[in-house]
């Protein structure tokens, strides 16, 4: 559907302002009133959320921004699957775990390039600057207009899941405990 996607709760870390600029940006630049943007989490923080809806409603928005609150987890992964892209322009995380949902539902992912994001999405995303929502806009339309890209973007993400697993990250963690036991045994401890 035509719809980009974003999932988290509302706090000021998260960005979402930009997003919501991003939104009018992209319908002055390229005039498309159908694309529509769902923001999907709780109003952690509820002055920011009001802030958020005053930004939509005085950009002329509300037809096209949407933030639902909160939502089970399956009507998350749903709207995942039917989503165009997903975008994140946090400024401040501590993993993208979100990016890899995205990514396993075969969703492009289009992700600020602060904090965690190239970490975690590698090459498998499109990185933007968060705090310009020209070049979010700009990169959205790339995402959204050419298939090769998103496609190719798509297909990345599917890869990159590779190297997170449960599995993968438990035999690390013990491999860590074990290091950490040794090196306390050699210091006497």
Request: aromatic share 8%.
């Given at each position: ?96 775990l979100t990016l ?21 999405g590698g090459n ?35 890869a990159r899941l ?28």
């Amino acid at each position: 559907e035509h719809f980009i996607l974003s999932v988290g709760h509302t706090y000021t870390h998260k960005n979402y302002e930009a997003m919501i600029d991003a939104m009018a940006a992209y319908r002055t630049r390229y005039g498309d009133t159908d694309l529509r943007l769902e923001i999907v989490g709780g109003a952690a923080n509820p002055q920011y959320f009001a802030a958020l809806e005053e930004r939509i409603r005085r950009l002329d928005l509300d037809d096209q921004v949407k933030m639902p609150g909160p939502l089970p987890h399956e009507e998350v992964l749903d709207k995942m699957s039917r989503a165009r892209l997903y975008l994140v322009t946090s400024r401040l995380e501590t993993f993208g775990l979100t990016l890899l949902e995205a990514m396993g539902l075969g969703l492009p992912v289009l992700a600020s390039n602060a904090t965690c994001h190239p970490e975690v999405g590698g090459n498998a995303a499109l990185y933007c600057e968060p705090q310009d929502p020209e070049d979010i806009a700009e990169k959205m339309h790339r995402m959204l207009t050419d298939q090769e890209v998103a496609g190719g973007f798509r297909e990345r993400g599917f890869a990159r899941l590779a190297d997170f697993s449960w599995k993968k990250t438990a035999a690390e963690y013990v491999r860590e405990l074990e290091r950490a036991a040794d090196d306390d045994r050699k210091a006497g401890r």
